[in-house]
Nanobody, 116 residues
Framework: VQLQASGGGLVQAGGSLRLSCTAS????????MGWYRQAPGKQRELVAT???????NYAESVKGRFTISREYDKNTVYLQMDSLKPEDTAVYYC???????????WGQGTLVTVSS
């Protein structure tokens, strides 16, 4: 499975960005797609994931501001990020795994910078 992410960039605090990630290759029908992020000097952390069947999971820090969605026919997951804060600045990584956790894949990362 290959993951191609896009949509990062520079935005002012309070602004919005939308990330997208498309998976290609041998894709299991039952999977989890989503986003993690890693800020400078910090560990990678979960942002949001969505499993087959629209089960979603968000980090507390982004609840109410970020929305994850997916288009199953395009194997694409989106992350709509609103009301961005400087602490959201990080490299955002697209993530894919099979539901049984047998296989796991990461995208190349896209940088999101939020200026104050």
């Amino acid at each position: 499975v290959q993951l191609q992410a896009s949509g990062g960039g520079l935005v002012q605090a309070g602004g919005s960005l939308r990330l997208s990630c498309t998976a290609s290759g041998r894709i299991s029908s039952f999977n989890v797609m989503g986003w993690y992020r890693q800020a400078p000097g910090k560990q990678r952390e979960l942002v949001a994931t969505t499993a087959t069947g629209t089960i979603t999971n968000y980090a507390e820090s982004v609840k109410g501001r970020f929305t994850i969605s997916r288009e199953y026919d395009k194997n694409t997951v989106y992350l709509q990020m609103d009301s961005l804060k400087p602490e959201d600045t990080a490299v955002y990584y697209c993530y894919f795994r099979t539901l049984n956790r047998r296989d796991e894949y990461w995208g190349q990362g896209t940088l999101v910078t939020v200026s104050s």
